[in-house]
């Protein structure tokens, strides 16, 4: 039996905020990761959670570390 689709938004921010903290927990602490080791999770694990919390925000997916750098600079004039 399947989980029901969460409905709202909070239900689904809540998912997103979980699915989240779950990928970050997939890396165990108190050892220590080789660079490669780390990129890999950041791309297998931390990346598709952080764009479907981004989706459920109605955020935009950057492209690119060059987009990323000029979203985060908009939201901050934005927000402060």
Do not use: F
């Not at 969460?6 to 997103?16: C, G, H």
């Not at 981004?54 to 750098?69: F, M, N």
């Amino acid at each position: 039996m399947t989980e029901p689709k969460p409905k709202t938004l909070e239900e689904q921010a809540t998912l997103a905020l979980h699915l989240v903290i779950d990928a970050w927990e997939a890396l165990p602490g108190g050892k220590d990761y080789r660079p490669r080791e780390i990129a890999k999770w950041l791309s297998d694990r931390m990346s598709p959670v952080i764009n479907h919390g981004r989706k459920v925000l109605g955020r935009p997916i950057p492209k690119s570390h060059t987009d990323a750098v000029n979203l985060t600079k908009r939201a901050s004039k934005r927000d402060g």
